[in-house]
């Protein structure tokens, strides 16, 4: 058994905790300026991030049964969660009519099928055309900037997200975990703390940048500006994630901590954490929060929340159920490559 890097354990671990943080949080931008741009200030980096180390990760793309295994722990838990939340905002925002659509992922379940395909769109980029570190990412970034002139691509399979964050992905394919001591030095630490900084005041001083702009959702018909312009400003934010990538990981810990075993269970809080904070924008509970003096207590809630589905209990209920809808699909795997053989 490989033994786990806590260095990454962490990353994963704190960049959950921020997914959950930024969704708790996002029930008070339209009210606080600060809230707005701290929220902002986060969504420059964090899921960038967590697609980064995903692509550190799977460097075993071309093995025998990868994709099966992905398909597993990816699209099956997707097709499962994306039933389950059907039901669950059904009676949650009391809707008359009961609308399952499997192509349209609900809310943070787009993460899984960009995932899938991520890996898979390594193989074009890695196995057949072979490319090099600086065409795969030229391309790739390319893609990214042309996928904003598709109106309507958006939310479908996820697809709007899928070409913007995949440069993340790619680029996290081509690096090497020798390559993250680069951004552990004092230098790089306080070089990140200036720009983290000023990233935050640049979020505050600028109110007109929208939040959209960092979701790699929405296509360019949907700003103000035309699509040229929009065109560079998608250029401009991904040279931003870049530098705030590399700033969060100048920040992680090394060595083991407290919270370093859970970071290897972040699939299972990113599944269940939407029921809670879906449930807090609609109660009372949300309104009788300030936002500013109460942020020290959203950040207290999203680490007890993290925490929690990261414990073997909630681990425990979702796994059994992802396995059994696994090994389904394998022995259906199974077969179909005893027929081709």
């Known amino acids: 058994m ?26 008070y931008i339209e009210s606080d300026p600060v809230v707005l741009s701290l929220y902002k200030t986060i969504y420059t980096f ?3 991030a967590f697609i980064l180390v995903a692509g550190l990760f799977a460097k075993g793309f071309y093995k025998e049964g990868y994709i099966g295994k992905l398909a597993k722990k990816l699209i099956l838990p997707y097709i499962l969660f994306q039933l389950i939340y059907t039901i669950y905002y059904h009676f ?44 795969g990412l030229s391309v790739a970034f390319g893609l990214g900037l042309l996928i904003g002139f598709v109106d309507e691509i958006s939310n479908y399979l996820s697809l ?21 001591r680069y951004f552990k030095t004092s230098k790089a630490r306080v070089m990140a703390g200036v720009m983290v900084v000023l990233v935050f005041l640049g979020m505050y001083y600028i109110p007109e940048f929208s939040d959209k702009w960092l979701l790699g959702s929405k296509p360019y018909g949907e700003f103000k500006w035309n699509d040229v312009t929009s065109l560079g400003v998608r250029a401009i934010v991904y040279s931003l994630n870049i530098v705030m990538i590399f700033s969060f990981y100048s920040f992680v810990p090394s060595k083991e ?13 990113y599944l269940l954490h939407g029921f809670i904070i879906r449930l807090f924008r609609v109660s009372d509970l949300k309104d009788s929060i300030e936002p500013r003096t109460g942020i020290l207590l959203l950040l207290a809630v999203s680490l007890l929340l993290t925490m929690v589905f990261s414990t073997k209990f909630f681990t425990s209920i979702t796994q059994p159920i992802i396995e059994l809808k696994s090994t389904k699909l394998q022995k259906v795997l199974s077969r179909r490559e005893v027929k081709t053989r």
């Open 2 to 27: 490989k033994q786990r890097d806590s260095y990454f354990d962490n990353a994963k671990f704190i960049l959950i905790f921020l997914v959950v943080f930024g969704h708790l949080i996002r029930s």
């Open 46 to 48: 964090h899921m960038p």
């Open 92 to 135: 949650l925002y009391d809707k008359s009519t009961f609308e399952l659509d499997p192509l349209n992922p609900h809310w943070s379940l787009w993460f899984l099928v960009s995932l899938f395909c991520w890996n898979a769109l390594l193989y074009v980029f890695i196995k057949w055309f072979k490319f090099k570190p600086v065409v």
């Open 160 to 180: 709007s997200r899928t070409f913007v964050f995949f440069p993340f992905f790619l680029m996290g394919y081509y690096m090497d975990k020798e390559q993250f």
């Open 257 to 269: 901590q407290f919270f370093t075993n859970w970071g290897r269970y972040t699939l299972y809080v």
